[in-house]
C-alpha cells in the first residue's frame, strides 16, 4: 500500500521486472512522469510520516540514485531523459 500521491510498491516492481522492449512508448512515458512523481513525493515527505513499507521503499530508491546517479536530483534527470529516449538507459 502506498502512502497518498505515491506509487504503489507494486507497480515499481511490475515496472521493473518488465522489459521496457514490450513497452509501449505511452508506457515508458507514463511510467517516467509517474517515477518523477514520486521521486518528488519521496523527497517532500519526511519519514517520519511514511508508512513502513514507504519509508524502506523510499530508502531503497534514496540509495540507489545515490548510487547510479549521485543523488535524486541526478535520478529525476535520467528518469526524465530515459522516458523521452534521450537519455542512456542502464
Do not use: C, W, Y
Not at 27 to 42: I, S
Not at 66 to 76: F, K, P, V, Y
Request: hydrophobic share 20%; aromatic share 2%; no cysteine.
Amino acid at each position: 500500500m502506498a502512502d497518498a500521491g505515491r506509487k504503489n510498491f507494486s507497480d515499481k516492481v511490475s515496472e521493473t521486472i518488465t522489459p521496457d522492449s514490450t513497452k509501449s512508448e505511452q508506457q515508458k512515458l507514463k511510467e517516467g512522469a509517474t517515477d518523477v512523481g514520486d521521486k518528488l513525493g519521496r523527497s517532500a515527505q519526511s519519514d517520519d510520516s511514511k508508512s513502513t513499507t514507504q519509508k524502506i521503499s523510499d530508502k531503497t530508491g534514496r540509495s540507489k540514485d545515490e548510487h547510479e546517479h549521485g543523488g535524486t536530483a541526478g535520478g529525476i534527470t535520467d528518469t526524465i531523459k530515459n522516458a523521452t529516449g534521450l537519455g542512456d538507459k542502464k
